[in-house]
C-alpha cells in the first residue's frame, strides 16, 4: 500500500508526460518498450527507488551514440 502511495506522483507525472507533451515532439526513442513504459512497469514492479533508478539510467541512455532495440525491465530477483 505504502508503495502505491510512493510511486503515484511518479505515475502521474510520466503520464503527464505521456498524454501531453509526448504528441507535441517527435518520436525519438530508440528503445522498446518506449522509456515512459520502460519507466512505469520499472515503478511497478521494483518500486519507487530502483524503479526510478531503472528509468533514469534507461532515458539517459537514450540518445543517438547509445544503444537501441528490445530492452525489457529486468524480473525481480526474490
Known amino acids: 500500500m505504502l508503495k502505491k502511495i510512493v510511486i503515484a506522483p511518479l505515475l502521474l507525472l510520466i503520464y503527464f508526460y505521456k498524454i501531453v507533451l ?3 515532439l ?3 526513442c530508440r528503445f522498446q518498450p ?3 513504459v520502460y519507466f512505469i ?3 511497478k514492479i521494483h518500486g ?3 524503479g526510478f533508478y531503472l528509468g533514469v539510467k534507461r532515458i539517459a541512455s537514450c540518445h543517438p ?3 537501441s532495440g ?3 525491465v ?3 530477483k526474490c
Do not use: M, Q, R
Open 22 to 24: 509526448s504528441p507535441l
Open 26 to 28: 517527435p518520436a525519438s
Open 34 to 36: 518506449t522509456c515512459s
Open 41 to 43: 512497469e520499472a515503478l
Open 48 to 50: 519507487p527507488f530502483y
Open 65 to 67: 551514440w547509445g544503444k
Open 70 to 72: 528490445y530492452d525489457p
Open 74 to 76: 529486468p524480473e525481480k
